[in-house]
């Protein structure tokens, strides 16, 4: 049987590297999928050719959230898992740090995912039969272990996996049945790079950072994070909460080049 037959699943951030991987692979397991992203273009193809659904979404806007989850409670009177994806890169070391990109990370990185449990969360209490859910926050392993590199992700990736854990112990003190986890992949071969790929010597020497960061010696493949939402999101996690789960060819294991 499929894991997640009849499940109402939004993924923000589904139009590309991890949130397709997951919108693709939850459509594979049964899961009526909810595409929310600020690309409509490739949001819409994605939704298509895998049968999912697309919504406009800019995660750091209240509204947009608000008109999404009105919705899936219009389309389908319950939603069962909420993944919150979408995110963004980074502000640079400290001494290069720009206010306004800071203010645009925080908002997307931090304020995203906040307003994805708010109101994701908020129609979960509602669902039929009383409330039930799981919320997964992908946050990195650089929630854990910080890079000088960039000062900015470090510290929206930390405040993810402490915020899930606030979430969690919420809901589970208000007896509600609505789980929240986080997710801390290693270094994924998605788009998110493509900025530092300008010309085939700067992806090589990228690939082989990032590969340096790993003992397992490469990047992970987004349908290897997908996974792991997939076990949050169905049943078989249903005594966990409050949570991390870490996905990164065991990066956060090792000693510095140890
Ligand atoms: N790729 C990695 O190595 C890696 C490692 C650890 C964590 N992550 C995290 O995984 C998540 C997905 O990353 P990815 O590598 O798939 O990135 P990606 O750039 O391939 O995809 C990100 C998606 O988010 C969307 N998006 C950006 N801003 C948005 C907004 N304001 N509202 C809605 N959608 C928005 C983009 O349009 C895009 O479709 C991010 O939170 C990222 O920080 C990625």
């Known amino acids: 049987m499929a894991r997640l037959e009849n499940k109402i699943c939004l993924i923000s951030g589904g139009a590309s590297g991890l949130g ?7 459509r594979e397991e049964g899961a009526e ?3 929310g992203d600020i690309d409509a273009a490739r949001g819409e193809a994605i939704a298509e050719d895998c049968g999912a659904i697309f919504l406009p979404l800019d995660v750091s806007e209240e509204d947009q959230w608000v008109a999404a989850v009105e919705r899936i409670e219009k389309d389908r009177g319950r939603l069962d898992v909420v993944v919150n994806n979408a995110g963004i890169l980074g502000t640079g070391p400290l001494e290069t740090i720009d206010v306004a990109r800071w203010d645009r990370l925080f908002a997307v990185n931090v304020t995203g995912v906040m307003l994805g449990c708010k109101h994701g969360g908020m129609l979960m209490q509602r669902n039929p039969g009383g409330s039930s859910g799981s919320i997964i926050n992908i ?5 854990i272990l910080a890079t000088a590199a960039d000062c900015g992700y470090s510290a929206t990736k930390g405040a993810v ?5 606030s979430i969690a112990i919420n809901f589970a003190r208000r007896g509600l049945s609505i789980r929240c986890n986080s ?26 950072t990032l590969r340096e960061m790993v003992p397992l010696g490469r990047l992970g493949q987004p349908r290897e994070i997908a996974h792991m939402a997939l076990y949050l999101a169905s049943d078989d996690s249903s005594f966990s909460t409050g949570s991390e789960f870490v996905v990164d060819g065991g990066g956060t294991s090792a000693l510095a080049g140890m």
């Not at 397709?20 to 939850?26: G, I, N, P, W």
């Not at 996996?161 to 854990?165: H, I």
């Open 33 to 35: 999928v909810y595409l």
């Open 139 to 143: 946050s990195s392993n650089a929630g």
């Open 183 to 208: 997710v801390h992949p290693g270094p994924t071969d998605t788009p998110i790079f493509e900025p530092w790929r300008s010309n085939e010597k700067a992806s090589a020497q990228l690939d082989a």
């Open 161 to 165: 996996r402490l915020m899930t854990k």
């Open 20 to 26: 397709e991987a997951m919108v693709r692979l939850f």
